[in-house]
């Protein structure tokens, strides 16, 4: 009985090994997306100080595992104003993952129906949705959130429906090319020989398949939300300046470049990470949901 509970175990254990070793781009993915979420989630047990808790008596504080001197309390150091950066970046984990899980549901949800309502009704309605889509990829996104910040103010919840609003375009012209090909498949024309309903049909046959991509663009689309998010915030067009931010940090930071490079060095590594994470873990989808890049 031993014997055999050993056996399933080792092979369970080889299982396991074997897998990691044919996926180590999704393990590292998974592992850095895995820890942002957790620094996220679990921030006020996570983080060592209070992120907003200034003391000019650390101001400029070098880490503290290349601190000679003994003075310095934190870590990763102290900033401009004495405030611990590690718990700062702990809570910037916050704002980052909510823009870009927040944005990408919003262009997810609006591209999706939309992609839909082009791709397998067609007609007068697909020519106006890509007509629409055309206009909304020739401004430049950048411009586009600086002129809309500018009138109606900053705030995270704006550059979540900035972004929301301007990249639904990428999930209907994915959803719909992917319906075009769909929709003359035998047995989607087999459905609609026995009588099933538009409705019935999208559920049931076409989003079921179409949900692959989708997943994937999803996953690419957070990074590159997370990114514009600290672009504007950088810019000082994001979210407030009293909010723990990675933008804001590394916005913070110019002046202290040469004198504190930690200040920026250590936001900047975050974004980094999480992107990066994001990007591997997009990558490792494609390759296992993409039957083309089987072959």
Request: proline letters at 4%.
């Amino acid at each position: 009985m031993t014997r055999a509970i050993d056996t399933m175990t080792t092979k369970k254990t080889s299982i396991v090994l074997q897998f990691i070793k044919d996926n180590p781009t999704g393990i590292i993915g998974l592992i850095l997306v895995f820890s942002s979420i957790i620094c996220a989630i679990f921030a006020p047990s996570i983080a060592p100080y209070d992120p907003g808790a200034a003391s000019l008596g650390h101001r400029l504080d070098m880490p503290k595992w290349i601190d000679d001197t003994g003075k310095s309390q934190y870590l990763l150091g102290g900033d401009q104003v004495g405030r611990d950066l590690l718990s700062r970046i702990i809570y910037g984990a916050r704002i980052s993952l909510l823009v870009g899980l927040c944005g990408v549901a919003i262009s997810l949800t609006l591209g999706t129906f939309l992609g839909i309502v082009a791709g397998y009704f067609g007609k007068w309605l697909d020519d106006l949705i890509m007509r629409l889509a055309e206009v909304q990829l020739g401004l430049p996104f950048i411009l586009l959130a600086i002129v809309i910040m500018s009138v109606f103010g900053t705030g995270i919840e704006k550059i979540i429906v900035i972004l929301g609003l301007t990249y639904w375009v990428s999930f209907a012209r994915l959803i719909r090319g992917e319906i075009l090909a769909l929709k003359e498949q035998e047995y989607i024309q087999a459905a609609k020989a026995i009588g099933g309903t538009d409705f019935k049909i999208i559920i049931k046959h076409i989003l079921p398949n179409v949900a692959s991509p989708i997943l994937v663009l999803a996953t690419m689309c957070i990074a590159e939300f997370i990114l514009l998010e600290a672009s504007l915030t950088f810019l000082g067009l994001g979210v407030e300046p009293t909010v723990p931010s990675w933008g804001g940090m590394l916005a913070d930071s110019r002046n202290y470049m040469t004198s504190a490079w930690w200040i920026s060095v250590f936001p900047g590594i975050a974004i980094m990470l999480t992107v990066l994470g994001f990007n591997l873990l997009g990558d490792w989808l494609r390759d296992r949901l993409d039957p083309n890049m089987k072959v």
